[in-house]
């Protein structure tokens, strides 16, 4: 399974790997280094090969000069030089022939393990540059998530909050009215003719106002009611802080008490 390779030539649009979420489908990425590696053990068997093939080739020369020499020391008869020659011939023949199966062996081999070792280490780039991008992936996702779990603790922090202003707000509405309800109570019924303090009457909360409550912070401090100014309230009037006791004038005193004797 080799592949060549030119200069300027891609991996990102030759199709050579299936493109998922996070960068190569990393099981077709272990299938092809897989393949590469078995490629790789195959050449080296085929090395290991040539290494008998090496001394038998040496073996050859040896018996070759073993049998120039005995030519060249021996005197043999015609027949016998002739048989000697072409066995000679014969060997050097299958000797070159030899020679030449290992040279083109041991060049295929070489060739094949560079072309491997090339394709190997750009693999090894681009399966290490997309766990890199995989990486930076799943960091941002963890930083996306943390920023989004943030906000969301953050706005019902402000929920809670606007929550907690609104009631407070309802609270000091509520003890204001209840405070406005007394005054006006207390100034209708009139106080009572010998003490002039008011009759005790049902006290109306005031209303509650209805518009937007703004969600800002709201003072947790407590509600003092400050002096009511003096005026005419309801024909009586109040002088100072509201005490439950209503000034009545004397001349509705009087026509009361005429109004009352038999």
């Known amino acids: 399974m080799t592949r060549q390779t030119e200069p ?17 489908d990393r099981a077709q990425v272990d299938d092809y280094v897989n393949a ?17 093939v090496e001394e ?21 008869s015609a027949a016998a030089s002739a048989r000697i020659t072409h ?16 040279d083109e062996l041991l060049a295929q081999a070489r060739h094949d ?22 990486n930076q992936r799943a960091r941002e996702d963890i930083i996306a998530g943390a920023r989004a779990e943030a906000a969301r603790i953050l706005s019902d922090a402000n929920v809670r909050g606007g929550n907690l202003a609104v009631s407070a707000i309802v609270t000091t509405n509520g003890h204001n009215g209840v ?29 509650v106002s209805s518009g937007p409550v703004s969600s800002g912070p709201v003072s947790s401090g407590p509600v003092s009611p400050g002096p009511v100014g003096s005026g005419p309230v309801n ?14 004038p004397a001349k509705k005193n009087a026509a ?4 009352q004797s038999p």
């Open 56 to 76: 038998e080739l040496a073996a050859a020369h040896t018996e070759i000069r073993r049998l120039q020499g005995q030519v060249s020391a021996a005197t043999p």
């Open 256 to 259: 009361k008490k005429r109004t």
């Open 179 to 207: 405070t406005k309800g007394s005054l006006n109570g207390g100034a209708k019924t009139g106080g009572s003719p010998k003490t002039g303090s008011p009759n005790a009457g049902p006290v109306s909360p005031g209303p």
């Open 87 to 102: 066995m000679l011939r014969i060997a050097e023949e299958e000797a070159a022939a030899v020679r030449r199966e290992a």
């Open 36 to 52: 590469i590696c078995d490629e790789l053990h195959v050449l080296s068997i085929a090395v290991k090969r040539l290494s008998p």
């Open 113 to 134: 393990a560079d072309v491997i070792r090339r394709e190997a280490e750009v693999d090894s780039e681009h399966v290490a540059a997309a766990r890199r991008r995989e």
């Open 8 to 24: 300027g030539d891609g991996y990102e649009d030759d199709g050579l790997f299936r493109t998922v979420m996070f960068g190569y």
């Open 235 to 248: 024909g009586a009037t109040v002088d100072g802080p509201v005490t439950g006791v209503a000034k009545v």
